[in-house]
């Protein structure tokens, strides 16, 4: 029995009032289980007249060794009799094994998302209580509680701002075919919950539901062709349309509604509470794909669907304000926008619009009486110039001739002035009421996704940067760029900024990757800061990288930098993070650089901490304690020379990648960094887990606002110099030992690439850049096949290899494991790190992981290999359980548990399918090519049900990379 304590009041929720009533009578597991079986049994049912007699037969033998097996603690007998069974199969069984239990764990995912959002809103409604639940009213109530005033709360709220950058690495590894199918299932699943539907209302939502099953089933699984960038441009575009765009007033009209409820004024309009960005279409980190006209076609792409957008809402508006009345401040605008239009007609009348286009609404004629219509008249006519602009160059056209009169929006601030004229005047005639409704609603989405919807940040290695300075160096006679010392480097920079000769001559004969960077800058500089956002510096090692990217801007700008970029180092080598403070010192102390950022960008520097290759460096305890020591440091520096810091989490999906709730995330900041700004990227599957359902996009939203409150307004907790001395200690123990087993054994590489299907992820298709930077061993690899590969064989090594060593040393230094547990009670870091190792070590199989040896490994040496990182595994998940005080992992966190075991029954018979294929295809081909005998048909069908297997233990684990 579950009780909690009572939310506070809000608005158009009703909460019972009494702690007693808060008693968790609700069955919250049935429903969950019951729409689990439902769509397993319907789907089953449907692809009886798809699938051979004998095939549907070896799949409920399958399901019931899988069963056994799985409840039978176990079950050595059912394991092997389930193995032989599968190796048994051939390619076509091996298919539909793969695909069946690849769509159950879509639809597993799918029913919890449902579960979430209708378990939410029973918590609205005062129907029991939550795990996990970080509503606005219960945080304000906590931070009430602890002394801040509610004047405090309010002034965070309004200018706090959550910048949620959507990445394309790795792309959501489930087609958005399927996920479109999958979103009509989940909105069946939620009206079968519908109390009040009518007969006939269930029976059309039972016939839409086997409908939308049996088209998954039949729609291809496999992403046949690998994906451009402005593919991922498209597909971050489709979530702020489906979900963002409407969740996102939605959340700040509820923000408003409790603020009033509190006696507080509500947030003000230019209050941007979250702000969007991406990656897709400028990250050409490694990237051949990305060039400058990709990312001035993304741009397009990205103008042309915002208008389209706010097109559609213009159109409603335009309709629905019909009020025949205004200010003298909107009827004299309207007044100066009707002389500018009939002078530029006079004076392009070949341009003149008369019934050139056909509008939905008001098409013909505006009612010159109703003011409102006659402003929203003109709005709409320039946004369709901007649309019809964008469009044209999306297909190779010329763009249609400039007319004056109805000019293309090219700044966000000449489409809000009206807005707010006409909200103003609205107020100002005792019309609030309407100017509260879909008219603020547009102009907060002016003030959050400007022109267009995302700003795209453009990133690209710093020794790119110095390969074009050797090459302007070289053509002017100077010494190679590459050829000075750091000091050296930052005087001739230096000197460059402050100078007023150019250094780039005009008729400079770049080629290769030096011209491809400097016509980046040219784009940079001709798109502009409206839709673009920062100049990220990959490998960022020291200050002259940002000072290369300074110069380059100012070199290539066609207005003196004016349209410059912020430049954001980004630090993700364990180096680089101990390093930090000296390139930030450097820059702080140079003087050019310090006037630059107080001129430019209010004394605010932007750095980029990253999580993936950190872990790939040292391993997952020294990354997440370097990363929390260099931003306190970094926090310090900057205090120090009266710079404003702002941190920018380049997060993936999985806990080896510093992927995790982001709730914990936050709050387990070093105090004193998130400071009212948090940008953080959202990548691959995350998306969807976040936004691909209506109320899962308000809760994500809900989320992140009140975990950036309580991190500002929560006092900090102090971290006692024992904590630090010995997490120092285990740190060092960890990356020893990580780095023993990873980067030195000369095993290790040969073992990864044989056990783990690492040489195969090149067949999903799942993101447009290679997965290496360049030929070579692990450190050439990328962190997310890094970490996607092993996880497929559901050893999870990134997360847990060296902690084992740690903890051993920990518990010993401290006389026991008390003090590591009294560090997990009151450090939020560190029982975030242990929770989510804990989330991990959950997943993980050391028996699956052990069949990937037997079948794929052929040297003794190399099995013995595996059998040792396996046993180190066992020997952490004793270690952390001895630290936790648990029985079994996750005693503490029901919710995982139940996610986990509701998959658990499906991922076994796809390892032991993808382990079954991978020898096959192994077989089959050399590095990918196919051996000579080998029919096409017979290739192309492993590899498909190959694909299958990955993209299903994705689906089963929730992550790939």
Not at 457 to 470: G, K, P, W
Not at 541 to 549: N, W, Y
């Amino acid at each position: 029995m579950v009780t909690t304590t009572p939310p506070a009041t809000m608005p158009g929720a009703v909460y019972p009032m009494s702690k007693s009533s808060r008693v968790d009578s609700v069955d919250f597991i049935s429903p969950l289980q019951q729409d689990v079986n439902r769509l397993c049994d319907t789907l089953l049912g449907l692809i009886e007249s798809t699938v051979p007699a004998d095939h549907l037969s070896d799949l409920e033998n399958v399901r019931s060794l899988a069963k056994i097996y799985d409840t039978s603690f176990k079950d050595e007998a059912a394991f092997a009799d389930l193995a032989n069974l599968i190796e048994s199969f051939n390619l076509q069984q091996l298919t539909v094994v793969a695909s069946l239990f690849s769509n159950m764990c879509n639809l597993a995912n799918l029913a919890e998302h449902v579960h979430r959002v209708r378990r939410r809103k029973a918590f609205e409604r005062g129907e029991g209580s939550l795990f996990t639940h970080h509503f606005l009213h219960e945080i304000v109530s906590e931070l009430e509680k602890s002394g801040k005033s509610l004047k405090e709360i309010r002034d965070q709220l309004c200018t706090q701002t959550v910048e949620m950058v959507l990445t394309a690495h790795p792309t959501q590894a489930v087609r958005r075919s399927l996920l479109s199918k999958l979103h009509c299932i989940a909105h069946c699943l939620e009206a079968n919950h519908d109390q009040y539907l009518t007969p006939q209302e269930e029976q059309s939502n039972e016939h839409e539901l086997k409908a939308s099953l049996l088209s998954l089933w039949r729609t291809d699984e496999v992403r046949r062709s690998k994906p451009k960038p402005e593919d991922e441009a498209r597909n971050i575009l489709h979530i702020i349309e489906d979900t963002v765009w409407d969740a996102t007033p939605l959340y700040l009209s509820r923000m408003d509604r409790f603020l009033q409820s509190k006696g507080l004024e509500q947030l003000p309009l230019e209050a941007r509470p979250f702000i969007f960005g991406s990656w897709a279409g400028g990250d050409r980190d490694g990237n051949p794909f990305v060039t400058p006209a990709v990312t001035k076609q993304v741009v397009a792409i990205n103008r042309y669907r915002a208008s389209c957008l706010y097109l559609s809402e213009i159109e409603d508006l335009l309709f629905d304000l019909s009020v025949h009345y205004g200010t003298q401040e909107l009827l004299d605008y309207n007044a100066n926008v009707a002389a500018e239009v009939e002078a530029a007609n006079k004076a392009q009348p070949e341009l003149a619009m008369t019934d050139k286009i056909r509008y939905k609404e008001f098409w013909n004629h505006v009612p010159p009486t109703e003011p409102f219509r006659v402003c929203f008249h003109h709005i709409r006519d320039r946004m369709t110039a901007t649309r019809d602009h964008c469009e044209a160059l999306l297909a190779n056209r010329p763009p249609p001739p400039v007319n004056r009169a109805t000019p293309i929006y090219t700044s966000m601030n000449d489409l809000l002035e009206p807005l707010l004229i006409m909200y103003r005047s609205l107020h100002g005639t005792g019309d609030g009421l309407i100017a509260e409704g879909k008219l603020k609603d547009l102009i907060r989405r002016v003030h959050i996704f400007g022109l267009t919807l995302v700003k795209l940040d453009i990133r690209q290695e710093a020794d790119e940067h110095t390969n074009a300075l050797n090459v302007i160096t070289e053509f002017v006679g100077m010494p190679r760029y590459d050829s000075l010392d750091e000091e050296a480097r930052i005087s001739f920079l230096t000197s460059i900024l402050e100078g007023k000769r150019p250094l780039l001559p005009r008729s400079l004969p770049a080629t290769g990757k030096a011209k491809n960077v400097l016509d980046t800058f040219e784009t940079v500089s001709e798109v502009g800061t409206e839709a673009l956002g920062a100049y990220i510096i990959s490998m960022c090692m020291r200050p002259s990288d940002v000072l290369a990217v300074e110069v380059l801007q100012q070199e290539c700008s066609r207005d003196g930098g004016a349209r410059s970029l912020r430049v954001v180092p980004l630090l993700e080598t364990i180096k680089a993070l101990q390093d930090s403070t000296v390139v930030l010192n450097t820059l702080f102390e140079n003087s050019w650089y310090r006037e630059h950022l107080r001129t430019r960008y209010d004394s605010v520097q932007e750095v980029m901490v990253g999580y993936s290759d950190s872990g790939k460096d040292g391993g997952r305890l020294t990354s997440a304690w370097e990363l929390y020591k260099a931003q306190e440091q970094m926090a310090a520096c900057a205090e120090k020379h009266g710079i404003r810091l702002r941190f920018f989490h380049g997060r993936g999906g999985t806990v080896g990648r510093g992927g995790g709730p982001q709730h914990l995330a936050i709050l387990s900041q070093p105090p004193g960094t998130v400071n009212q700004y948090l940008r953080v990227t959202i990548q691959g599957e995350v998306m969807e887990q976040d936004f691909g359902l209506p109320e899962l996009a308000l809760k994500t939203l809900d989320t992140y606002t009140t975990a950036v409150l309580k991190a500002d307004l929560t006092p900090a907790v102090e971290v006692k110099d024992e904590y630090r001395s010995l997490l120092d200690a285990m740190s060092e123990i960890s990356c020893k030992k990580y780095r023993e087993i990873v980067h030195v054994d000369p095993r290790f590489v040969q073992y990864f690439r044989s056990a783990t299907p690492e040489q195969e992820l090149g067949l999903l298709n799942i993101g447009s850049r290679p997965q290496k930077r360049k030929e070579g061993g692990v450190e050439t690899l990328r962190a997310i096949p890094w970490v996607f590969a092993w996880t497929q064989t559901r050893l999870h090594l990134p997360v847990w290899l060296g902690l084992g060593s740690a903890l051993q040393a920990g518990i010993k230094m401290g006389g026991g494991p008390g003090l590591l547990r009294e560090m997990y009670d009151k450090w939020p870091f560190f029982r975030s790190f242990f929770d989510l190792i804990e989330m991990v070590l959950a997943k993980a199989d050391p028996h699956i992981s052990s069949r990937y040896d037997d079948i794929l490994v052929m040297e003794d040496e190399q099995k013995q290999f595996g059998d040792m990182l396996r046993g180190l595994l066992v020997e952490t998940i004793d270690l952390v359980l001895k630290v936790s005080g648990e029985q079994k992992l996750l005693d503490k966190d029901r919710v995982q548990q139940r996610a986990i075991n509701t998959r658990r029954e499906w991922l076994t018979p796809m390892n032991l399918a993808q382990v079954e294929l991978l020898k096959r295809w192994r077989a089959m081909s050399v590095k990918g090519v196919v051996k000579d005998g080998v029919s096409s048909e017979e290739a192309g069908t492993c590899v498909d049900a190959l694909i299958i297997s990955m993209k299903g233990l994705s689906s089963a684990l929730q992550n790939t990379g």
